[in-house]
């Protein structure tokens, strides 16, 4: 009779961890940054350079490929341009970039894109906050008026 009282305590203790845990996991998942499947648009921001001032990045992306254009601060006012395609996997888009230079990795977030390193981390420094394209709204609501214009 104590056997049986004894597994129906475990039982009952188990039911309630278990309650517990289905809790936990319930409000983790609320807690979770929910990652737009489109993330299209036009994305701008300075980021740190070694050798000049900042680089100032236009990012567009649509259905898999993606233009850009950089302009290196304090050292040249030229504008170099770029295209290709890129991937997103994840919370990841990754650029097909035929310049080797970096800035092909991005982790998403609504709103913007992080810039990240070469080993594919975010910068965790005091101007880490520098390593961030935003989202320019203004900017996809211009490009749609060009594209319905013409």
């Not at 992306?61 to 050292?75: D, F, I």
């Not at 996997?89 to 230079?101: A, K, N, P």
């Not at 998403?108 to 070469?118: A, D, F, Q, V």
């Amino acid at each position: 009779m104590k056997k049986l009282l004894f597994l129906y305590l475990s039982l009952g203790l188990i039911a309630c961890a278990s309650d517990t845990t289905v809790q936990e996991v319930t409000s983790n998942e609320q807690e979770e940054l929910i990652i737009p499947d489109e993330v299209q648009g036009t994305y701008t921001g300075v980021v740190p350079c070694d050798d000049c001032e900042g680089i100032e990045i236009e990012l567009i992306l649509t259905s898999g490929r993606y233009n850009m254009s950089l302009v290196y601060q304090g050292k040249s006012d030229e504008i170099y341009l770029e295209d290709g395609t890129f991937q997103k996997e994840g919370d990841l888009i990754q650029l097909f970039r035929t310049e080797s230079t970096g800035l092909n990795k991005f982790l998403i977030r609504p709103g913007k894109l992080i810039l990240l390193n070469s080993e594919g981390m975010e910068e965790t420094g005091s101007d880490r906050e520098r390593y961030i394209l935003y989202l320019d709204e203004e900017a996809d609501f211009d490009l749609n008026l060009e594209q319905e214009e013409q």
